[in-house]
């Protein structure tokens, strides 16, 4: 196949507008642990999270999103990672409910601003850690669970959205969200670390996505997989070198930024980003 025909074969890929939620890393640290990513022990540099932060939304500026700021909150070091604040759709804003008491004044922090922003509120019955582990991709939520999320609360997210939720169980410690193990690109392609989930999982996303971006496992210990995309460029670990590769291969853009010492928490560019679907 000459240059020009494989060309030909790569889909034209096309940018949406995104409207997100994001909070500056005022108060970060990692004074706990609740991951394998977190060791109190290891130092931390909250100015230079902050500005490996200010990247990140500089870059979404850049791409043309409405960039939303939630305040941050002295005491909760992890509030930074904004998609655990809640999943949002239609308008409706289901709440979180954290696992870990170190968290759990996230949910009503960023349930306050749903309700000041204008959004309808669903308090949460059940645990969950909002868009960690509930990603949209097209008519589908995929689902996590086995680690923050019960799977209870896909029942409930369900009923408030309208959606259908696939169950996705995973099995690794170290992607204890979904949104660590597979990235959303488009509303049809996902890319994900199959070691993540265990068998029954995998079945359905190779049904769902038989042409699904498999990932390394290098890149995925750099939270690679924890990228946002708005259909054409991709926001993602800039270490994830193969990761980038791929995407170039299938027509994407993708846009490398430096999170590492956010990574320290255990998150990535995803974990800062909270899309907002009104």
């Known amino acids: 196949m000459t240059i020009t025909d494989t060309q030909s074969t790569t889909p034209a890929r096309q940018a949406t507008a995104k409207t997100v939620l994001m909070c ?12 394998p990513w977190m060791n109190p022990n290891d130092p931390t540099d909250t100015n230079l999270a902050v500005k490996q932060w200010q990247t990140l939304y500089d870059t979404y500026i850049e791409l043309g999103f409405d960039v939303l700021l939630i305040d941050p909150i002295d005491g909760l070091p992890d509030m930074v ?3 655990n604040g809640g999943f949002v759709i239609d308008g409706k804003a289901y709440g979180a409910l954290f696992t870990y008491d170190e968290r759990k004044a996230e949910g ?11 959004f309808d509120v669903a308090s949460p019955v059940n645990v969950n850690e909002g868009e960690g582990d509930f990603l ?3 008519d589908n939520i995929l689902a996590g669970m086995g680690f923050r999320t ?36 488009d509303e049809t392609n ?16 190779r049904a769902l996505y038989p042409d699904a971006i498999l990932a390394t496992e290098e890149d995925a210990a750099v939270l690679g997989l924890n990228s946002y995309s708005d259909g054409y460029n991709v926001v993602i670990a800039a270490r994830a070198k193969d990761f980038e590769r791929q995407l170039k291969e299938r027509g994407y853009n993708p846009i490398g930024v430096d999170l590492s010492e956010l990574l ?10 909270l899309e907002l679907r009104r």
């Open 81 to 83: 990672y904004a998609a």
């Open 190 to 205: 996902i890319a994900y670390l199959e070691s993540a989930f265990d068998e029954p999982s995998l079945e359905k996303l």
């Open 136 to 138: 949209l991709v097209g």
């Open 264 to 273: 320290l928490g255990g998150g990535g560019v995803k974990c800062c980003t």
């Open 24 to 35: 500056r890393p005022d108060f970060f640290t990692v004074s706990y642990r609740i991951n």
């Open 150 to 185: 019960s799977v209870e609360s896909h029942q409930e997210l369900a009923e408030i959205s309208g959606r259908n939720v696939v169950s996705l169980n995973l099995i690794n410690p170290s992607f204890y969200h979904v949104d660590t193990a597979i990235a959303k690109l």
């Open 108 to 118: 009503p922090a960023y349930m306050d601003w749903f309700g000041a922003n204008g």
